[in-house]
Each structure stands twice: as C-alpha cells, then as structure tokens.
C-alpha cells in the first residue's frame, strides 16, 4: 500500500513538473503572467510533494519491506538505521530518486523568488529546470521504479513487477542482501549526496542562461543573478570529488586516493568547465567580453553534468563504480543529445545579439591570463573526455578493450597542472587592462625572493627529482605572491586608515570577498597540490607474510607484528583484525590495528591503518586476499609522504568558497558611506 | 716420448671426465626450486597490469581468487628467469590489450596518443591568433579612435576606469611612500 502511495506521489510530481513546462511556455507566447504564476506554484508544489514519496521510500528501506527489489538489494535486517536510511542512494533507483529530490529542492529555493525585475527570464527558468526534472522523475517512473516488488507466478517464476501480474502472488523475503560493504562508510554516505548538490545547482545556472538566450537578454544579468549558485554549485562538486577520494583511500586499501578510473574522471569534467567558467565570467562582467565563449561553457557544464550521471548510473564503463548495469543508457544519450542541440542552436541563433568588441590591450592583462587559465581548463577536459570516451570508440571499431590508466593521465595532464600552477602565481598580480609584462615584473621580485629561498633549500635538503623541485616551487610561488598580495591590501588599510591587523584582514576580505576569497582558493589548491606530489612521487610501497613478532621496514619505519583476533559481529559479518606496532629510529610511535569485516555473502570490507603525521602517512593494509591465520598475516604497507596536505588544502578550499561566497558589501551602501566620510 | 703421450692422453680424458663430471653440476641449480621471488617483486609488476577481469582494477591489489592466480603466475615466471617485459606480453597475447595500463602504440590507439596534443595545440594556436586580431584593436582607439571603441567606452571597457579597486588599492600605496 505504502509501496503503491509512493509511486502514485512520483506520477503526481511527474505531472505537476510537465504542467510547469507548459504553462510556462504558454505564459511566455501569450504573455500571461497569471500561466507563468501557475508554472511557478506548480514547481513551488513540487518540492514538498516528492520530499512526501521520497520519505515513502525511506520509511519502506527502514522497515524492511524486502517485498520490493530495490529495498531487498540495498537493506538487510542487521542493517543499523542510519545505513537503511543511507542505503536512499546506495543503488541507482534510489540515486536517481535522490537526484529529483534535490532538483526539486533547487528548484523550489529558485522559485520562491517572484523575480520582479526579471520576469521575463523566469518562464524559461522554470523550462529548462522543469524538463530536467520530468527527465529525472520519468526515469524513476519507467526505467528504474523503485517501489517495484517480487511477485511469484503460477509457473513457480519470480518476477518484477509494480502491480500483480494475473494468478501471480506477492513473495515476502524474510531478509535483504544488505547494502555493499564498500559502500558502508562515512565518506561513501556523503559523497553521493554532495556529487547531486554539485550537479544539480549547476543546472540553476545553465537554466538562466537559457533563458537569457530565448528572451534575447545579452547583458550579463543571467551571471549576476546566478552567481551564488554557481559557487553553491562549485563548492558541493568538489566536495563530492574529495569525499569520494578519502572514501577511496580509506576503503580500498589500495593506497592512493585517484586512480584516474573513468568513473572518477567522469564527475571531475563539469568540474573543469565549471571551474573556467567561474573564472572567465569576470571577463564578461569587468568588460563585457566573451558573452558566447560562457555561454558555452554553462552549456557544456550542464551536459557533463547529465552525462557524469549517465556514465555513473548506467554501467557503460564497466568499472569497480558502475554497480548496476540498466535500460536507461539510451534515454540518457538521447536526453544528453537533445539537450546540448538545442543549447548550441540557440548559442548561434543569438550569436550576433551576444557579439561584442573584444579588446586586448596586453598579453599580460587579467583579462588575457583569464583566458589562458580556460585554455588550459579546456585542455584538462579534452584529456579527460578522449580518456573516457576513446577506450569505448576503440571497442565499437576494433571489439577488443583497451584500458587508459593513470600513466597516460598523468602524463598528458602532468604540464597542464603545472602551468595552472604557475598561471595562479602570476595572475593574482596582473590588472584590468593594462598589466605589462613590466608592471608585472616589478610586482614579482618580492616574492621571487622567498620563492628562490624555498628552491634552494629544496636542493640543500637533498631533493633531486625534477618534477618535485618544479612542482614544490610553483607551490611556493603561488603561496608567497598570495601572502604578497594579502600584504598589500592589509598594509594598506593599516597605514591609511590606522587599523590593527586583524580589523585590516578582517575587512579586506569583507571589501572584495570574491578576490580574496578566490586567492585563499588558490592557495588551498596549491596545498592540495603538496600532497598530491607528495604521493604521487615518492610513495613507496611493500608487501610481506609476517609471522607473529616478525616486523617489516619502510622509508625509516619499522612495523611488527603483535596479535590478531577474529571476532563474529552481531550482523552476522566477522571482523578480522590485527594488531601492529609502529616504531621508528626504535621508538615506539604507536600500535595500528588493520582489519577486515567478511560479510555472509562473502564480501569482505577493508578499514586501512593509518599512522598519520603532517609529514607523512604509513598506510597499513591486513590484506584479505590472502591466507590468513593468528601465526602468520600478509600486510601490504604503504608510505605517503605529504599526503595530509592533501585534506588540509580540502578544508581550506571550503573556508576559501565560504569567504567569496559571502555577502559582497552594498555598492551603493559604499558610495554613501564615502560621501560621509 | 710414448710415455709423454701417455701423460698427455691421460690428461685429456681427464679433463673430459672433469668436463662430464661437471656438466650435471652445471644443470643442478636449474633443476632445482628456485628461491621465491618476493611479493614487492610481483607486484611490481602487477601494478603495471589490470585485472583482465575487473577493469579498472590494478592486479596488485585485485582480490579475486583469479587475479590471486594471476599474481602467483608471475611469480612463477619471475621464478623462471622471464623478464618484465616478457610476462607483460604473455597476459597481452592471452588477456588482450586491455590488460596494459596504457593502449599499445598502434592502429587506431595511435589516436589517443595524438588527440590531445593536436587538440591542444589548436586551442592555443586559435587563442594566439585571435589575440593578435584583439590586440591591434585595442591599440587602434589611440591613432584613429573610432565608433565600434565609442562603443566599448560604454561598456566600461576603459583601462583607467577597469579596476577600481586595485587603483584605489594602488593610491593609497603610493600617498604612504
């Protein structure tokens, strides 16, 4: 009954979202704005209406209605409550219920403005974030319902079906198969989530965007309006890819963080022309410029957005991500196709209208280096896309796989990064207009200086790696020209206005918190960057069978094996764990305890031993794979160098989106408060 | 001068006796067990291969009951005196190219090889040119000002007027100096 209530609440939705289309279609041509009200409300409706059928499916995953299939794949009775809930996106029909509700939610946020001043844009906004939504609900409702249940036929055959099938009975399983073991861990819990926040607030912006090209507006008001959402959009994006990567380096075992698999690469790419986008917006609002060249790349972040869903949640890449395998590939395509033909003929329909004079008085203005930053964007993407997508044609022409792994991305990505490295150190100096290389260069020496100190004493302390000396003063670079700059602005308003230091931070960031919001950015990035070099250039790693007492050595640790214990848990799954002491120049630092829980299915869920320090990570794996007994235990230990950084630089870049994200002072607020003065 | 080459014959046999006598001692130690290659030895070429299986999935850390196979085959190869190289070829030749963390460098994989480059490279050729075109424009307004620059005034295209804040910023910098 409750399944059948559900379902009834998505067709209800279903419906409202189609109504909200068309009224607002016809409230444009008829220029009614009692129709573009009706699609307003109706889309208003929406949000509470599905919030009621996605707690449906919630209450059925909590209370084990292992009668449907979705909740008998993804709950099982040992399950605690928090997982059962969780286990909402731990499949794809409760992902793609997922990605609606918080559509809705978005949608709904957009629409409880009445959106006075910009009437005329908001009929298409509620298009476009309308038929996105249909698309999403007419998935669930089709292809992947999950309020589909077991039913038993006359013949003795199970079969899936929403309503009973003639002289069919329902089957009631007594239990589920209980969610993936890798699934079951906090960073897997909220990296979906945060991936959908990411990917559906991006669409806010495409929708408006859209809008401004149907309606003919070619000022930049659609950016202004949507700025907000663009960083709300940026901000959960990224989180969602770092969730994702201390998931994977937690729960792996494999040692690293990014495997460069297809799957990972997939939610990174809207993340790329995001990334661009967010940078070469501020040419069209400083100088009115590249009104087309953004509206592409809204247009190509919406895309990526749906085809990121698309290669996660249809199994096309048969990879350790893609679980399921489903029908919905080809609407997918179809829906991704339409959607980014009709974009583009728009895009050319009002490329004349979007034309501007381009002037470019320098090639080291800001605007230029702005530019350049979307090159080598655009270049990160093209690698990523033809490192997705080639292995796929290279199957459909010659029928044999081939895979592309982290060496070919590293490689060709490798001087992309870098240069980003270098464009962020310079940048931050350049102005509006008229940098030259000149100006820039007297900006530069000072922090040249500490920049030259940090190579040299790299060198004193013995590093010889090419990569590491370049990649470590880039770091440098970036952080002391942002240090530099930081400086100024605060010796400034020290001196000129008397205020002590903290006061002049304080308010520097409040008087241009997209500027010095966006340097923190920088600076997390290079940060980030400490620990991805780190890791990626002198990771070592071994593997040894030890018996009891027998101890192991790597990168000036030693590990030695005490204990093991293997304990049954209440679930039914058994926990397998050791204990290891960690020593270093003979001292001990500490002891480890590695395990592995193995499931009734068989499944076995690995939780890694860390032993962690700014400095570096000893990463100890009990490896399940092979024989293990209390005498003897095979470890696979691993050496991060730096990789700490890597999660500092996360946190930083949230605090660095929470500051250019803030509320910008009032300019008229500021005029007056000068003619005061 | 007999008995001289009866010292020399019986020096010759000698030594074939010795050359004989020696021959299974040679061929010994290839009979015999080898010492095991270690775990870092295997994977360290494991970790340049893919499961044939599970895609995606290093053969270092994969832990299926095959891929365990696997990892014991190359010891076994290692065991046998067979080269990196070698054993990469074998999985190639039995599991396909999709095994190697890179396509091989021929037909139609040449194209991801080449794609990116050539695309990049594009880009910045593009970029480079119509930057060229958008310089002598910007330059233009100061020999022969023009309507289409009256026009880019009013966008606010004005380089004294483009960043207010880093002139404001720049001023005060200056009064203190």
């Not at chain 1, 319902?145 to 009973?164: E, K, S, V």
């Not at chain 1, 000129?496 to 997390?524: D, V």
């Not at chain 2, 775990?39 to 365990?68: G, K, M, Y």
Request: proline share 6%; hydrophobic share 50%; glycine share 8%.
């Amino acid at each position: 009954m409750l399944a059948q209530f559900g379902f009834g609440v998505f067709i209800l939705t279903f419906l409202l979202s189609l109504f909200s289309v068309i009224a607002a279609v016809l409230g444009y041509f008829n220029g009614s704005d009692r129709w573009v009200e009706a699609a307003r409300r109706s889309m208003l409706l929406i949000f509470p209406i599905l919030t009621l059928g996605t707690l449906t499916l919630v209450i059925l995953l909590v209370t084990g209605h292992y009668e449907l299939e979705y909740i008998y794949s993804v709950t099982s009775n040992d399950m605690p409550l928090y997982l059962k809930i969780t286990a909402l996106w731990g499949g794809q029909a409760g992902s793609l219920v997922l990605w609606s509700w918080l559509m809705s939610a978005f949608a709904s946020a957009v629409t409880l403005h009445k959106w006075e001043r910009d009437r005329e844009l908001l009929p298409w906004v509620i298009v476009v974030i309308s038929v996105t939504l249909s698309f999403f609900l007419a998935l669930t409702i089709f292809f992947e319902n999950p309020f589909t249940r077991w039913w038993q036929t006359l013949g003795g055959d199970f079969i899936l079906r929403m309503f009973a099938p003639t002289g069919a009975v329902p089957v009631f399983p007594p239990d589920g198969q209980g969610l993936n073991p890798v699934l079951r861990h906090p960073g897997m819990i909220l990296h979906p989530p945060m991936l959908y926040l990411g990917f559906v607030a991006f669409v806010i912006p495409f929708a408006f965007a859209i809008a401004a090209l149907v309606t003919g507006r070619s000022d930049d008001r659609w950016i202004r309006l949507t700025r907000r959402w663009t960083l709300v959009a940026w901000l959960f994006l990224s989180l969602g890819l770092v969730l994702g990567m201390w998931w994977a380096y937690n729960v792996l075992g494999w040692g690293g963080f990014w495997n460069w698999d297809p799957i990972e690469v997939a939610p990174l790419m809207p993340w790329l022309t995001g990334t661009a986008f967010l940078h070469s917006v501020m040419i069209q609002e400083k100088k009115g410029m590249f009104k087309q060249w953004n509206m592409l790349l809204i247009i190509l972040t919406y895309s990526l957005v749906i085809l990121g869903t698309f290669l996660a949640r249809t199994g096309v890449l048969s990879s350790i991500h893609a679980f399921s395998q489903s029908s919905i590939g080809p609407v997918f395509f179809v829906f991704i196709g339409l959607t980014l033909i009709i974009s583009i003929a728009l895009l050319i329909y009002r490329w004349k209208d979007l034309k501007a004079e381009v002037e470019m008085s320098s090639w080291f203005s800001r605007e230029a280096l702005f530019l350049l930053n979307n090159l080598l964007f655009m270049g990160v993407l093209i690698i990523c896309f033809w490192g997705v997508i080639f292995p796929l044609i290279s199957e459909l022409v010659t029928g044999q796989k081939i895979t592309v792994g982290p060496p070919w991305y590293q490689r060709t990505n490798g001087p992309l990064f870098g240069s980003l490295m270098a464009l962020m150190g310079i940048a931050p100096l350049s102005a509006w207009g008229r940098s030259t290389f000149k100006t820039i260069g007297r900006l530069l020496w000072k922090p040249s200086i500490p920049t030259v100190l940090a190579l040299a004493a790299m060198i004193a302390l013995g590093i010889r790696n090419w990569i590491a000396l370049v990649g470590f003063t880039l770091v440098a670079f970036v952080i002391f020209v942002t240090l530099f700059e930081f400086w100024r602005g605060v010796h400034s308003r020290q001196k000129g206005r008397g205020e002590n230091l903290f006061i002049a931070i304080w308010r520097l960031f409040g008087s241009n918190r997209r500027r010095y919001g966006g340097y923190f950015i920088h600076i997390s990035m290079v940060v980030m960057a400490i620990g991805i070099l780190g890791v990626e250039l002198y990771q070592t790693t071994t593997q040894k069978l030890l018996a009891t007492g027998d101890d192991l050595q790597l990168s000036g640790y030693t590990l030695r094996y005490d204990s093991l214990t293997q304990v049954p848990n209440a679930d039914g799954s058994s926990l397998t764990s050791a204990v290891v002491s960690v020593f270093k120049g003979g001292q001990l630092l500490g002891k480890l305890h590695p395990q592995f829980a193995t499931f009734p299915s068989g499944e076995t869920a690995t939780v890694v031993g860390i032993y962690s320090t700014l400095a570096d990570d000893l990463y100890v794996v009990l490896i399940d794979w092979e024989s293990i007994s209390p005498a003897q235990a095979p470890f696979k230990v691993v050496h991060n160098p730096l990789v700490n950084w890597l999660w500092i630089g996360s946190l930083m870049f949230i605090i660095g989106i929470l500051i250019a994200a803030g509320p910008e002072p009032d300019k008229e607020d500021l005029r007056s408060t000068r003619k005061l003065e | 001068m007999i008995m001289k080459k009866k010292v020399e014959l019986l020096i010759f046999f000698t030594f074939i006796i010795l050359a004989l006598s020696l021959v299974p001692a040679i061929s010994v130690p290839a009979q015999q067990p080898t010492p095991s290659p270690s775990d870092d030895e295997v994977n360290a070429i494991a970790s340049q291969l893919f499961c044939p299986v599970c895609q995606n999935t290093p053969l270092d850390v994969c832990p299926t009951q095959a891929c365990r196979q696997w990892r014991e085959l190359i010891r076994q190869m290692l065991a046998e005196g067979k080269t990196a190289a070698e054993i990469k070829q074998y999985f190639v030749t039995y599991y396909g190219a999709s095994v190697l963390s890179e396509p091989p460098r021929s037909g139609i994989n040449w194209l991801i090889y080449i794609v990116p480059p050539v695309a990049f490279m594009t880009g910045v050729f593009l970029l480079f040119m119509a930057f060229r075109t958008w310089k002598k424009s910007a330059t233009r307004p100061a020999t022969a000002p023009n309507p289409i620059n009256s026009r880019g005034a009013e966008t606010g295209s004005c380089p004294a007027a483009d960043d207010p804040y880093i002139s404001r910023l720049e001023d005060e910098l200056k009064k203190r100096k």
